[in-house]
């Protein structure tokens, strides 16, 4: 399993930008896509997730009503739609989906960050 992570980018205070996380490899038994977000000297931080089956979401209090994820079942890929965008979301991006075994359990894939900055 391979996570490709991409969108991000500089952009101006209350802008937007889209991140896309796709999976290759076995995509059968996605269990949930996250976002989570690090920035610097801060620790990584859970921003969004969404279930694959259903599509039941949650949010980090802060991001709330601002950021929407989405996911696309037939393209394994899941997207992180950001709005209103301030300077305190400034981090590297990274997503993170889990699969669950077969025989109970699951597994967590990483996929790299991608860097957001948020100007001012």
Do not use: H
């Amino acid at each position: 399993v391979q996570l490709q992570a991409f969108g991000g980018g500089l952009v101006q205070a209350g802008g937007f930008l889209r991140l896309s996380c796709a999976a290759s490899g076995s995509t059968s038994s996605i269990y949930v896509m996250n976002w989570f977000r690090q920035a610097p000297g801060k620790e990584r931080e859970f921003v969004s997730g969404i279930t694959w089956r259903g599509g039941f979401t949650s949010y980090e209090s802060t991001v709330k009503g601002r950021f929407t994820i989405s996911r696309d079942n037939a393209k394994n890929t899941a997207y992180l739609d950001m709005t209103s965008l301030k300077p305190e979301d400034t981090a590297l991006y990274y997503c993170k989906f889990v699969y669950s075994r077969f025989n109970g359990g699951y597994d967590d894939y990483w996929g790299q960050g991608t860097l957001v900055t948020v100007s001012s």
